[in-house]
């Protein structure tokens, strides 16, 4: 049997790939319409299961889910834009892990992510998914999450007043600048929550907004070490949870007052990790509280960002946006009508397997695989990559309800 093709910039780890058991999709986390000039446009889903795996579902001749197609149709009827994605072939990737290494020269440093990746679809839709590492650069993550934020995929939430939560994806070039060109190499990964949380909730703008916020403040260091005049060198970058940081400071010996951390212990020898690119790695006596954001705030600031540094778009990240272009409405035309579901009667004394879950992880830390590639890139003597974890993101606790409200339950 012939190897099935992988993009040039991924590489896979050698022990084992994932298994390749295929479970009911509970989640749509995206959709849109893949074609090529010679190739008829054919509409996809891509959904989420109790494992975490991604499954690519052609909607022309699937038999759904009511739940499925409950949340197609609410995205559609919530103004959720339709996209061509003009290639042969494309890629989903499983977002787990971000590593920026340290003492890079430049803005636009390579940068590696870490999961899994399954396809390409639709040759290869239902092959199991291959862990390993995906070379990519900071303009490239960026201009991956600013261009694709638009056709982000919005779910209902009941009683809600505010904007439906939304599942952000990346669209990515993972390979030469002639591949892309040619519609190969093209990744779509999705850095979702961890698959406990999932089932409840799959929105990711917690993660997407820790994905960018990292990102912009590594450009930053950047800058400032290498002296490059930049405006971003003096602006202040917004938090993802203004809730984590006043938890993380007041483990350090601070107190919050009036939008202030007044420090009421004698702290350490200075901030590391995320308080180090807050406000540096000096502790001071008094800290103003940098202001939070929200998802489309980080965009808006990445979008300024990204478009004033030099040298971009790159020769790739130019080819990848010819690639993606509106859904035309005769991409519509071409679905057949799907298959009804059958209802399928157990027989007396069967009993049907419970579908196995993925155990839970019980740490955030990288796993093994990922640790050995994070050493093959280590300089010696360099400090730390930065690393950022979709299963270290955490979702801030709901806040208490006031005491009125209580009489009413």
């Known amino acids: 049997m012939s190897q099935r093709p992988l993009p040039r910039y991924f590489v896979g780890r050698s022990e084992r790939q994932t298994p390749g058991e295929v479970f009911p999709p509970d989640h749509v986390v995206d959709c849109f319409f893949v074609g090529a000039r010679h190739l008829a446009a054919r509409e996809w889903a891509v959904a989420v299961d109790a494992a975490g795996n991604l499954q690519a579902l052609p909607l022309d001749d699937i038999r759904l889910s009511e739940a499925i197609q409950a949340e197609l149709a609410y995205h559609e009827m919530s103004g959720g834009r339709g996209r061509l994605l003009e290639a042969s072939e494309c890629f989903l990737f499983s977002l787990e892990l971000l590593e920026q290494p340290a003492g890079t020269p430049g803005w636009n440093d390579p940068v590696y992510l870490y999961g899994t990746l399954y396809g390409p679809c639709p040759a290869y839709e239902k092959a199991a998914g291959v862990e ?215 027989q007396s004394g069967e009993i049907r397997p419970r579908a196995p879950v993925r155990p839970i992880r019980q740490s955030d830390e990288p796993p093994d695989w990922m640790r050995d590639f994070i050493a093959a890139h280590h300089r010696p003597n360099a400090a730390s990559p930065r690393l950022t974890s979709t299963l270290g993101v955490k979702k801030p606790a709901p806040s208490p309800k006031p005491e009125w409200m209580k009489d009413f339950e």
């Open 132 to 346: 390993g590492q995906l070379a990519i650069t900071r303009g490239d993550l960026l201009e991956g999450l600013i261009r694709s934020a638009d056709h982000a995929f919005k779910y209902a939430r009941p009683g809600a007043e505010s904007a439906p939560p939304r599942c952000f994806h990346l669209t990515l070039p993972a390979d030469r600048e002639e591949e892309i060109r040619q519609g190969m190499g093209i990744v779509l990964a999705y850095p979702l929550l961890p698959e406990e949380l999932i089932l409840t909730d799959v929105s990711n703008e917690i993660v997407v907004k820790q994905l960018i916020y990292d990102t912009l403040i590594a450009i930053k260091e950047d800058l400032e070490r290498e002296r490059v005049a930049h405006p971003l060198r003096s602006m202040v970058i917004p938090v993802p949870s203004r809730f984590m940081l006043e938890q993380q400071l007041m483990a350090e010996g601070y107190s919050i007052r009036n939008g202030f951390a007044v420090k009421k212990a004698q702290g350490g020898e200075g901030f590391k990790g995320f308080l180090a690119g807050v406000f540096g790695s000096l502790m001071n006596d008094s800290l103003e509280l940098p202001p939070e954001a929200d998802v489309d705030e980080f965009l808006e600031i990445a979008g300024r960002v990204l478009n004033s540094l030099p040298v971009w778009p790159s020769p790739r990240a130019a080819a990848l946006r010819t690639r993606v272009k509106p859904a035309p409405a005769e991409a519509h035309c071409n679905r057949r009508p799907a298959q009804p579901p059958q209802t399928r009667i157990p």
